[in-house]
């Protein structure tokens, strides 16, 4: 993550490099299975994700061209490509040289300009069929999990396939749906049977050693197919936090738009342990959450945290707690058509125990008979004598895969305070409005929160996103609004997480280290060990640090 992330610094930048003549693709998936002719995209079987690789393709150009190739039955050429929105003829003739249109037989058709054949050294493409593992036999468009179970059964059984054709062997699978993948895989006889292949593909991975650097193995970890067999993670060093602050107990709770979480995201390694590293690092014993895509994203999180099963979570030195999650059932906002759910993350060890959670629904129609989105997620907490009402807000709907730091939002953003919501602030002492907002906290759109005599925590000359490309971020949308009496117990301390929120197993476009998140966490401290009478003493004004001057406050 450029100049100040540790966790970037030493790692390389491109660890994975197929062969001289083929695209280099994201760490976090395997698109083998669409290189057709060494180097180009199959526009008639790439994933949103996949196609979001092409220069100048985001994911709402990726949905409409998906989306268009159902309606027309798949492209017949490649010039089709100019007629869906968002592409034209001038984005087609940018990305023409790396695309083509193939049928399930795989005769492909290629731009006139883009047909280069390489005779003298051919290259197989797709899956090795004899050493995938079966995440990567799944990647293949019509294999289900239980047909990849029988390929890997039948491999164990009768040793290496000597042909695609043997695959008609298999159980469940007939000549209709070998024609279908036929294209997508092949048979490499020369390999030994290994979980750390990459589909048959070689890469190429560097190691660099650390003293704070940790290394995963596939044959330990379920890493996802596409990326190299060894990664070498480093994290800050931080001392855990002794969780007092002037001598009195606080608890500091985070809120994070994790940007599309889905249970593939949350599943890719590099996900999982920044978001557990970034909780235990911090001491954040409840996290906010927003932009889930699957309603179990977050039960991956709690699972890693409560079992460490990742290198960096086992040797965590300090207490890792026991992690509960709650999703909220309904979606709270909406981005380009796709659900979005918020949720709450929080260790009950530390005496956190969860009142209730609901949805405020809005009684505004959005023209459909379903209420507006998007709508905040409540939850109460019970923390030591003391209860927190937590708001959970998604107001700005982020455009996912943005890398300039550009926020896309639409009206759906604009704050309207609805009579539940007013009256549940104004009848809660401890209330803690928080979440990402798509604006910063002097904006008119946000007066409604002033006018309930909410106070912000961070304040709008802070950033809060991030990206490779712009490490110091360009926007502050994601805040906490404060009641007066939750501010009487405010320690004083509130930051932006800005440090190990890369990991090379993270995609980054074509490359590889990207960030978790375009959202950075927000974490804030207060003291709800008891019912606080007074408050502090010694309130310090508002600090936003980096982990590294955490570090050196904790040793304090």
């Known amino acids: 993550m450029g100049g ?25 998936c395997n698109f083998s299975h669409i290189l057709v002719n060494q180097e180009r ?11 979001m690789t092409l220069p100048g393709v985001n994911r709402t150009v990726a949905r409409n061209i998906v989306e268009y190739r159902e309606c027309i039955d798949g492209f017949k050429k490649v010039e089709d490509l100019a007629l869906v929105s968002g592409v034209g003829a001038t984005k087609l003739e940018v990305i023409k040289l790396e695309i083509c249109v193939s049928n399930r037989t795989g005769s492909s058709q290629h731009s006139p300009s883009s047909l280069r054949k390489d005779h003298d050294h051919p290259v197989s493409t797709g899956i090795n069929i004899n050493t995938a593992t079966p995440s990567q036999l799944m990647s293949i468009r019509g294999i289900t999990e239980k047909t990849a179970k029988n390929i890997i059964v039948y491999r164990n059984v009768h040793g290496p396939f000597k042909s695609v054709d043997d695959l008609v062997k298999v159980d469940h699978m007939n000549s209709s749906l070998l024609d279908r993948i036929r294209f997508q895989v092949f048979v490499d006889r020369s390999r030994t049977q290994s979980t750390n292949t ?22 330990d970890l379920d890493l996802p197919p596409g990326g190299p067999p060894q990664i070498v993670s480093a994290r800050p060093v ?5 969780g007092l602050r002037d001598g009195k107990a606080v608890v500091r709770v985070a809120t994070w738009n994790l940007q599309c979480c889905s249970n593939e995201k949350a599943n890719n390694p590099g996900v999982k342990e920044v978001v557990c590293m970034t909780l ?14 699957d309603g179990e994203s977050l039960e991956k999180f709690c699972a890693e945290l409560n079992q460490g099963t990742l290198p960096s979570v086992q040797k965590w030195g300090g207490p890792r707690g026991t992690w509960k999650c709650i999703v909220s059932d309904k979606p709270t906002g909406q981005i380009h058509k796709r659900a979005a759910f918020s949720g709450f993350l929080w260790n009950s060890a530390s005496g956190i125990e969860l009142k209730d959670a609901v949805i405020l629904e809005s009684p505004r129609s959005s023209g459909n008979g379903r209420p507006a989105l998007p709508q905040p997620y409540l939850a109460r907490f019970k923390i030591g004598l003391s209860e927190l009402t937590v708001m959970n807000f998604h107001l700005g709907l982020t455009q996912p895969g943005e890398q300039n730091g550009n926020i896309h939002a639409d009206d759906s953003r604009s704050l309207h305070v609805t009579d539940a919501v007013r009256d549940t602030i104004r009848g809660e002492n401890l209330l ?21 005599k909410l106070s912000a925590l961070v304040p709008p000359t ?13 926007r502050c949308v994601d805040n ?3 009641t007066h009496t939750l501010k009487n117990i405010y320690t004083g301390h509130c930051w932006v997480v800005r440090e190990g929120l890369t990991n090379p197993w993270i995609p980054d476009n074509w490359s590889w280290g990207g960030v978790a998140s375009d959202h950075c966490p927000v974490v804030a401290e207060f003291h709800l060990d008891s019912a606080a009478k007074e408050p502090p003493e010694n309130r310090s004004s508002m600090a936003v640090v980096e982990r590294g001057e955490i570090t050196t406050r904790h040793e304090r």
Do not use: Y
Not at 41 to 51: F, G
Not at 198 to 217: D, F, M, R, Y
Not at 432 to 437: N, T, V
């Open 4 to 28: 100040i992330l540790g966790c970037h610094r030493s790692l390389p930048k491109d660890p994975m490099d197929f062969c001289q003549n083929k695209r280099k693709f994201s760490a976090a």
């Open 41 to 51: 995209l199959n526009i008639n079987t790439a994933t949103e994700e996949e196609l």
């Open 198 to 219: 990459n589909g048959g593909l070689t890469n190429a991975s560097k190691s660099h050693s650390s003293p704070t650097s940790v290394s995963l193995q596939s044959e």
């Open 238 to 242: 931080v001392e855990p936090f002794s």
């Open 280 to 293: 235990l690092e911090n001491d954040i014993k409840l996290l906010a959450v927003q932009d889930l895509a």
């Open 432 to 452: 803690l409005a928080l979440g990402d907002f798509g604006l910063p906290p002097d904006s008119r759109e946000l007066d409604p929160l002033r006018m309930e």
């Open 462 to 474: 802070q950033f809060t996103n991030i990206s490779t490309h712009n490490l110091q971020g360009s």
């Open 480 to 482: 906490m609004w404060a």
